[in-house]
Structures are given as C-alpha cells and as structure tokens.
C-alpha cells in the first residue's frame, strides 16, 4: 500500500510540475505514431536532413552525458527527492519531446532503440504553434502534431503536406521553449534566450536562428524553389570546434620586453566576446568550463605556468583553478558511500582564470545537477556579449629560466564537463577533451 502512495505522488507530483511550467505541451497527449519520422522528411528535405542528422538536436537523447545524467543522476534522484520529481519527465520534454508528448516516461535508454532516439525532430519544431507564456522557458511550447508543417516561408508549397507561414517559427521565442530553464527551486539553470534579450544583438535583430542556423543558397527539397537564403540546420554551437574557433578574442600585453632573472614582469590578458550573442558558456552554465591559461617557455624550452592575480571580489576563489573538490550530490544520488567529491575543475592547472557562473545546491555546495540548484545568482564571472573581461598577472622570471627568447602564451580554452566529471563516468575523452577557442602569444628577452 506505502508503494502505491508513493507511486500516486510521484504522479502527481510530476503533474503539477508539468501544470506549473508548461501547460501546453502536455504529457501523454498524444502517441509516438502521430509523428512522422525524420527519415520520412529526408525522402524529400535531403540535405536538411543530412544536416539535422549531425547535429546535437538529433542526439539530444542519446548524447553519452545527457544519458548519463538522465539515467544515472537525475531519474534516480527524482524517485528520492519529491522536491525534484517532476524532473522525471521535464528533462525529457526536451530532449526526448517524442517520448514526453507520448507518456513514455521514463523511457528506455537509448539502446533499447525506441522513437525517444530521434531528439528533437523534423516533427517538433514545424509542428509547435506557439508558447504558453508569455516569455517561453522550461518546454512551453503549443504543438500539434497533423499534415500541416510550419515555417518561415510564406511562398512554400508541398506535395506531401501543407506548408504554414508562422512568425513563431522564425522567432527565437521558439528556441526559448527549451534553451530557457527553471530548477525546481526557482532558479534560472537555463538563460540562454534572456541573456540574448537583455544583450545588444537582440536589439539590432539579429536572432538566434542567424547564427545558430547559418543561411546559405540552396533548395529546401526535391522541386523547391532556389533560395539565397536556405536556413541550414546543423545547429552549430559549442559542441563543434569550427564555431567556438575564434569566437572571443584575447590579447596580451607585457609590461617590459627585456628582464632578468629575479625580476618582476606585469601581464595584462585582454579577453573580448565580440561573436557570441549571448554569455559565454550559456546553456548548461553548471557544467560548461571556459578558462584562460598563461605559460612561459623559455630558449631550453622549460615551461611555467602563470597564476592570475586575484582582483579580489566576493567568491572570487570559484574562478581561479585549484584543487577543490566539489559535486558531493553525486556521491548521495548514487548511494556511494564516503564519497569524497569530485575535483571541481578537473584538469585545468591551478591558477587559471575560470569565466563561469556557479550552480549551488540546498546543501550550499556547488553542483553539475541543474535540476538540484538553489541558488547561482550570487557570482557570475562569465563572459557578456560584446563584453571584455581584463585580467591582470604579476610574475617573478625565475632564477633558472635560460637567457634568450621567452614566450609567453594565453590559451583559452572550452570545455563541455570538467573532465573530473567525465573521468568519473568513463564518457568518451571527445566529451570533455578541451577545446582551444583563440590564442595570443608575446615575445621577451631574458637578459
């Protein structure tokens, strides 16, 4: 009998979630059989769905670390804390929308194959309507899945359906549906469509689809008319290295040219966002990693690493790398006893400069798990749109390094997990495997 309560709580539990965040993409509503499958578009849409099959919105359900963090953190953690039960099914609204729309919840793991392994398809997103709310967040979208496909065309024609126009389509309102999350607690875990909002691009109208699905000349499908500007959707973003490959700009500056051995040399590193419409990291800030390193290689080519001088503002110490630990939720979700956390930065070298916006859960502890965060509202040390960050370094040369040319490097590098994180899980070194977004490198002589 306690079993079939709990059961009925969680229902219910998970109900209210869904009623409180987003009344229109109901759960359950529907059946998988109501959607096309995207290989049926592809018959006539095929470069589009070439594209699409590359893309992250068709592995935002079988990516390795969204299964893991649905199946080993989140799902178990939902059936032990009713404060987050509703993240059984709000986390597959997103990434699973199929799966949601048809009550399959929880769904198998994406070995077992079923239709949840689509992600994101052809189907959603030509098939929502509209939002909820007034301004979107945690999947709020109006869908209604039948023979009539929208878009951003007016001048669209099909054999196999009808065609649409829909402002909404065009709109990064549309994208806001999922890019725009709510924890549990109350907190923004997701803010990507507010940061643009409140940035510059937003105002000058330039939209998340003008960067995110680059236009391109080309025809839709089979028969269509050649347009100058296809929207192509590959939806590239942080998972491709081509589109964080100079996407900020850094600069570096020494104070002298020449020094000794014993002296003091002053650097100061330049960090600008000039491409990025909204912060950097966006999306998954909890987990996102975005630092800056600074080396010195001396003529025997001996290397040092230069710490940044702290600039001294309140928790200041989450964004300079070192030994901490960190993520002790994941040891309590998984009942692994005297788990000591995990290394909060991984294997970025102490001292770096980390540009981030930490996650807290109710414990006051920092967290990877978005849907346990409480509070994040105390530090962002993260990168605006069009926003320089300066960041200053006092370093004595020291009495070893080789006289000759010095250079002195800044890397900036980007990381999807902490690799701590992904060690622990044993993902794929690609997952976590640091990617360089831009450089700058200066020469000094050692006297």
């Not at 909002?197 to 025809?219: F, I, L, N, S, W």
């Not at 110490?317 to 991984?346: H, Q, V, W």
């Not at 890397?411 to 701590?420: E, K």
Request: some cysteine; glycine content about 8%.
């Amino acid at each position: 009998m306690k079993g079939k309560l709990r059961s009925i709580f969680i229902v219910i539990a998970i109900s209210v979630f869904v009623a409180t965040t987003a009344s229109a993409a109901e759960m359950g509503k529907f059946k998988y059989e109501d959607f096309k499958k995207p290989s049926n578009c592809g018959m006539c849409h095929k470069e589009i769905y070439q594209e699409w099959q590359q893309s992250m919105m068709s592995h935002s359900f079988t990516h390795k670390w969204d299964e893991v963090e649905y199946f080993e953190l989140a799902l178990p953690h939902s059936k032990k804390l009713e404060k987050v039960a509703g993240v059984k099914a709000g986390c597959i609204a997103c990434h699973g929308p199929l799966a949601f729309l048809s009550g399959d919840i929880p769904p198998k793991k994406p070995s077992a194959g079923t239709r949840a392994n689509e992600g994101v398809s052809c189907e959603i997103c030509h098939n929502i309507t509209g939002t909820s709310e007034k301004i979107p967040f945690n999947f709020s979208f109006n869908i209604k899945p039948d023979n009539v496909k929208n878009g951003p065309r007016k001048d669209s024609k099909s054999p196999a359906h009808k065609t649409n126009f829909s402002e909404f389509t065009k709109s990064p309102e549309l994208c806001a549906t999922c890019h725009d999350e709510q924890s549990p607690y109350g907190m923004w875990v997701k803010s990507t469509y507010r940061e643009w909002t409140a940035g510059p691009y937003a105002e000058e109208g330039v939209r998340c689809q003008d960067c995110h699905m680059y236009h391109a000349p080309g025809k839709a499908a089979y028969g269509g008319k050649q347009r100058e500007d296809l929207a192509h959707h590959n939806f590239h973003g942080s998972h491709v290295p081509g589109k964080l490959a100079g996407a900020v700009d850094v600069a570096l500056y020494p104070s002298k040219k020449s020094v000794s051995a014993g002296d003091s040399l002053n650097l100061r590193a330049e960090v600008f966002n000039g491409k990025v419409g909204h912060m950097i990291p966006s999306g998954s800030a909890e987990e996102r990693m975005l630092w800056l390193e600074v080396w010195a290689t001396d003529a025997n080519g001996h290397k040092w690493p230069i710490p940044v001088t702290p600039k001294g503002f309140p928790m200041e110490e989450y964004t300079i790398a070192s030994d901490a630990m960190a993520y002790f939720a994941i040891g309590e979700i998984m009942d692994i006893k005297d788990f000591k956390g995990l290394k909060r930065d991984g294997n970025v070298p102490a001292g770096a400069r980390i540009f981030r916006k930490p996650f807290f859960d109710p414990k006051g502890r920092m967290t990877v798990c978005q849907w346990y965060t409480a509070e994040n509202t105390k530090l962002d040390y993260r990168i605006g749109p069009r926003e320089t960050k300066i960041e200053n370094y006092k370093w004595e040369i020291p009495n070893g390094a080789a006289k000759g040319p010095m250079k002195i490097t800044a890397n900036l590098y980007y990381s999807q997990i902490p690799s701590s994180v992904g060690e622990f899980f044993k993902l794929p070194e690609s997952e976590y495997a640091p990617l360089l977004v831009n450089s700058a490198e200066v020469e000094i002589e050692i006297k």
